[in-house]
């Protein structure tokens, strides 16, 4: 199995989803389903920009986690700084 991301990077990914959840009162569970919810609508996406930056997500199995997700979130917001 390939990994895109690093141990820390997505341990810190799994630390932001705890920390989320513990801010808003909610369950992790709840966290991962509605950033899962998110990343299907952004991946449905038909702009076709939208699809060329989505191509550039590498993720490790048949669909992406929300660690990974993160992970990649952050490295885009880094590469933009």
Not at 28 to 41: F, G, L, P, S
């Amino acid at each position: 199995k390939m990994m895109y991301y690093t141990k820390e990077e997505l341990r810190r990914a799994a630390d932001a989803i705890t920390k989320t959840a513990k801010a808003n009162g909610v369950s992790e569970t709840e966290v991962r389903n509605e950033m899962r919810i998110a990343m299907n609508i952004g991946r449905n996406d038909p702009d076709p920009a939208v699809q060329a930056k989505w191509a550039s997500f590498l993720y490790a199995g048949e669909d992406p986690t929300v660690e990974e997700f993160i992970a990649w979130c952050i490295r885009l917001a880094k590469d933009k700084m």
